[in-house]
């Protein structure tokens, strides 16, 4: 053999050696990053790598849900049914093309058979709020009676006009298209809306009956002026009279308006109110809110009634603390008796003492220095205890909030968040506190690897949460969707990465449990398409199903028999077949999310005694820790597994 031969056949040993000691090295990084295995081969290797039975094993697996393109929607709410189905709302889905057309969307899923069908949806419930009632219907209150328009593309000067009526003898009702023209201007404004103005009261002296004056009602409506142009502005007060109406009630009725220009216009709310029932599959109407609401929560109280908080009202302004309280039986709503004013969509959860909690999180309309700091919050006497420790406390909006499993331990965690408005900050922070604590303070956890706004948090029934999806910068900007998933111990405290899911998630999206501890996620609406921030974005109409490790072990605990109903303080014996022991035993409460604020999740864990063929498990009896309502039960083997749920009434 020549020497250059020799020489090559060397360089080859040699290079060979090198090649698989650098591929030794890379599985063993790999081995450490986990998830990220597939940064270090090309897609065929990432995807026969993340289909291995070990890889699902360790980090779970993520999959599409084959949506046929006629059901294929702009999903912003998802809410979990008691019949095991999932109501994903879309409204107008953020498209003003299909608010114009009055194209508003809602589509059920089932999870078991992967049918889909089309619910007729009687108004835009885009931006709703909701809750799950205790009969197990969803409460679906407010959304959208108008799109906002950025301060460049107003044509035409608008505002809020008041409008009186001095008529005792009775009310007056406008139709939309009333036009106002100003006394001293001339300028004419149209009403988008019609308006109704109860007639004017009648004074009279308390001791002697005799009249003393009339003190006149009013009301207000929406207008734009008829003619497009920055010189149909108004600046100062005016009055305006009422084209079409004569005699008395051209004196009696009229308006009055202070600036209406042509400054940004935000979204406008209805005061529409739904129970969507489950077994009918529909939505049925009830009795409205007084306050038109955008962006509202819908906070469960202890005695089952609805109290709705916040929200844009019907002229795009926030909701001057005129909260409202809806009672299931009765399906009427009343105003709570003090005012507390919050941002949009606040996190506001029920404590096991019947306050409510506000962990900080929103999603950002309203003042920044008003109604922003997380406390504990006594609804019925407006007391309000500011809890102090929080972190990065002016990147709040667009955190996500959890009571961390058990709900008896009244734990939560906020996780991430960003700067107010379309600001650039974000944070990977998570934030806990421990409301059994004489004097709670926020404390910070395990950090996220980023910052991240829009994180979608769920909780899973081995008493873990996944934490997935979310992006650094608003809404996506910059291609900074954030493509990991990791999981939450609160034993631990520690996060754990899990496999990573395959689409970018920010704004408008969210996440829920299903009954057979799977976990959907749906949604997205970046600004953008791309990196340079050049091509509008296109909403995420793909939807992700993600199976957590648990789900692919040899066996999992099956309920086979049991109560359909337990009431607080009883106990219900259920029949089950697992070939390890049961461990634990939980009520979950299903989810109803949007915006990443999902208020209605809870993990409530259950005292258990094992029987000859199942166990015998006990609801507590605080109606605060449990509130009324249907609930997935879910038991757990010695190693985790949990069953699928069977659901369960609490009266």
Not at 304 to 310: D, E, P, Q, T, Y
Not at 388 to 397: K, R, V, W
């Amino acid at each position: 053999m020549s020497q250059r031969r020799a020489a090559r056949t060397d360089y080859r040993k040699r290079r060979a050696r090198r090649l698989a000691i650098g591929a030794a090295v890379a599985v063993a990084v790999a081995g450490v990053n986990g998830p990220a295995l597939w940064r270090f081969g090309d897609e065929k290797y990432h995807e026969y790598t993340i289909n291995k039975p070990e890889y699902k094993a360790a980090n779970g697996h993520w999959s599409y849900l084959g949506i046929p393109a006629k059901f294929r929607v702009n999903g912003v709410h998802a809410a979990v049914l008691h019949t095991g189905k999932v109501l994903l709302i879309a409204g107008s889905g953020n498209n003003e093309k299909n608010f114009d057309a009055k194209k508003f969307e809602t589509i059920l899923w089932d999870p078991e058979t992967d049918a889909f069908k089309h619910i007729p949806t009687p108004k835009d419930l885009f931006c709703a709020g909701h809750t799950q009632l205790p009969d197990g219907k969803l409460l679906v209150a407010g959304g959208t009676k108008r799109y906002e328009k950025l301060r460049g593309d107003v044509t035409k000067a608008g505002g809020l006009m008041i409008v009186h009526n001095e008529d005792p003898r009775e009310p007056k009702t406008l139709p939309a298209g009333t036009k106002f023209t100003g006394k001293k201007n001339g300028k004419t404004f149209v009403s988008k809306d019609p308006v109704l103005i109860e007639r004017a009261k009648k004074i009279n002296d308390p001791r002697t009956g005799k009249f003393l004056r009339t003190e006149r009602s009013f009301a207000r409506v929406y207008v734009e002026a008829e003619k497009s142009g920055k010189k149909y502005e108004t600046g100062a007060e005016e009055n305006f009279r009422v084209q079409g109406l004569t005699n008395a009630d051209a004196r009696n009725v009229y308006g009055m308006a202070q600036k209406l220009a042509l400054d940004k216009k935000d979204f406008q709310g209805i005061k529409d109110t739904y129970e969507f029932d489950p077994v009918a599959e529909k939505y049925v109407p009830v009795d409205p809110m007084d306050q038109a609401r955008w962006y509202p929560t819908l906070a469960t109280l202890e005695d089952g009634r609805i109290l709705a908080v916040s929200g844009l009202n019907d002229i795009g302004e926030l909701v001057p603390g005129k909260n409202e309280i809806y009672d299931p039986k009765t399906r009427k709503w009343e105003y709570a008796e003090k005012l507390r004013k919050f941002p949009t969509y606040p996190a506001l959860f029920l404590m096991a003492n019947g306050k409510l909690f506000f962990t900080g999180s929103n999603s950002g309309y309203g003042q920044a220095d008003e109604g922003r700091d997380p406390g504990i919050w006594d609804w019925k006497t407006d007391e309000f205890e500011k809890v102090p420790g929080l972190s990065d406390p002016d990147q709040m909006e667009t955190s996500a909030s959890v009571m961390l499993p058990p709900a008896q331990d009244q734990r939560f965690m906020v996780i991430g968040g960003g700067g107010i408005g379309e600001s650039e900050k974000s944070t990977g922070k998570s934030r806990l506190i421990d409301l059994r604590d004489p004097k709670p303070r926020f404390t910070d956890g395990a950090e996220l690897e980023k910052g991240t706004r829009y994180p979608s948090a769920s909780l899973l029934p081995d008493d873990t949460v996944l934490v997935t999806g979310g992006a650094e910068d608003y809404r996506g900007r910059g291609g900074t969707d954030i493509l990991q998933a990791r999981t939450y111990d609160p034993k631990t405290g520690e996060y754990t990465r899990v496999a990573d899911p395959r689409v970018g998630r920010n704004y408008h999206s969210g996440s829920v449990l299903l009954p057979d501890g799977r976990v959907m996620i749906f949604g997205s609406d970046p600004l953008f398409s791309d990196k340079a921030n050049t091509r509008t974005g296109v909403f995420e109409q793909r939807i992700e199903i993600y199976k957590p490790p648990y789900l692919f072990r040899d066996s999992r605990p099956e309920v086979t028999d049991g109560p359909k109903s337990i009431k607080r303080g009883a106990s219900g014996t259920f029949r089950v077949t697992s070939g390890k022991g049961i461990a634990t035993a939980k009520l979950m409460r299903p989810s109803a999310v949007t915006h990443v604020t999902d208020v209605d999740q809870r993990s409530i864990a259950l005292e258990m005694t094992e029987t000859a063929d199942g166990v015998e498990v006990t609801v507590p009896e605080n109606p605060a820790l449990v509130p009324s309502g249907r609930y997935m039960l879910f038991l757990t083997d010695e190693e985790g597994t949990p069953s699928e749920a069977a659901w369960v009434e609490v009266p």
